[in-house]
């Protein structure tokens, strides 16, 4: 445990300063937070939740120091945590009018208060309400100088256990590495042109890479679109609205196109988005039925801009797999471990057009993130993170679902998939100034899912219930 004045129980004090994306993130117009939305099948007991909290969360560094300023430098301090100071159980009615518009309406009015320097940047709102996908609502509010969105994700399903056993931590699937091998000569040599021709795209890319992150920086923009936020979007109250899609759907469509998940992901909310914003440019107009039966749309029917460039910045973890065992020993032991941001953006831009073929936009997605790797700031943002494969509890409490999102960057849209045992659970982050109507944008991604999957069975490729991880 921590004393007052910042000290370790060994006596020494513990301070560090902060890191380059840590003071990114402190910025002014870069003062991101991260938001996680956890639904209940219970209602929650504040107690349990604050004990629970006070024996692993509290004692990992970053949630028990708080951000130190002298003069120009900034530093984490380790100071003694209150649970009570962090834990808002507000008083509501059980039986209000309509809970879910609640929900959206309050996580929406905490992101404009800014949180108190004089203790640890986080909090969790204990929310006591049934909605219409939980018993109960449990919002956790973290600043992200903290740590990246992926290392907190998993530091909260680290304090979390298995439904099935209290003792067990959840499984986490993990990307394969394929491994080495024996090979002959002939092989070898295939291997060896393979490997030369690899080394030869990877050059390339990161040249164009390079290129194309130098012209944004510069001159290159986006297109003026109804999805990008003007100057001082960071700094307005965002909506954030989830909804959850079936697993098995998704899988589905991937064993079918041999794809992988994230590709088809990336799809259907290009789909979802082409679907929105040709919704949105024939707004007004008389009569607008395009989108009826499915979405099947022709071509000249199609008023979205031939030239639109929208590009996504698609955040990835590059800090090497840190299992939530890890974590989890990290907190029990109190000890500092590899922590901070590790985070990238992939630089993707987004084929927005209203496909014949409804696979198409599964294929244009694979075909387009394959060779793009490169940090930039876009119209959107995009994440997609991978969450346990069985039930799970929150301090004893059956998890519904978890829903993360993130307010603070320049950006009107961002969109978070998150996978929890058989269900994908999305939230859409929006400027309500720039897009009024997330609801339907969440609608037009349910719709494009269904409408993808639905062209994979009735062309027999396969299955309906052929869907396997």
Known sequence: MVNNGGKASSGDIYEEPLSPAALLFQA???????????GCKTSIN????????????????????????????KKWTRTTVNVENH?????????????????????????????????????VHLLNVKTSDAEAVGVFRIHHSIGDGASLISLLLA???KTSDTEALPTIPVQKRGGSSTATAGWFCWWLLLAIWSAIRLIWNTIADLVTFLATVLFLKDTENPLKGGPGVELVPKRFVHRTIGLDDIKLV???????????????????????????YVAGSAGDKSMQNGGAKHESNNTLPKKLRLRAAILVNLRPTTGIQALADMMAKESKGGWGNWIGYILLPFTIALQNDPLDYIRVAKATIDPHRVLSNTTMAFSNVVGPLEEISFYGHPMAYLAPSVYGHPHALTIHFQSYVNKMTFCVAVDPNVIPDPHLLCKDIEESLKVIKDCVVERGLIEDDAAQV
């Open 28 to 38: 002014p117009n870069f003062n991101c937070h991260i938001i996680a939305i956890m």
């Open 159 to 161: 304090c979390t256990r």
């Open 46 to 73: 504040p107690s349990v939740i604050k004990e629970g909290l006070q024996h692993t969360l509290i004692k990992h560094p970053r949630f028990s120091s708080k951000l130190v300023v002298q003069g120009r430098k």
């Open 254 to 280: 991937k064993n079918a196109m041999n794809m992988t998940i994230n590709d088809v992901i990336l799809g259907l909310t290009q789909a979802a988005l082409s679907r929105y914003l040709h919704r949105r």
């Open 87 to 123: 834990v808002i159980v507000p008083e509501l009615d059980p039986k209000m009018e309509n809970p879910d518009q609640f929900i959206e309406d309050y996580i929406s009015y905490i992101t404009t208060n800014p949180m108190d320097y004089s203790k640890p940047l986080w909090e």
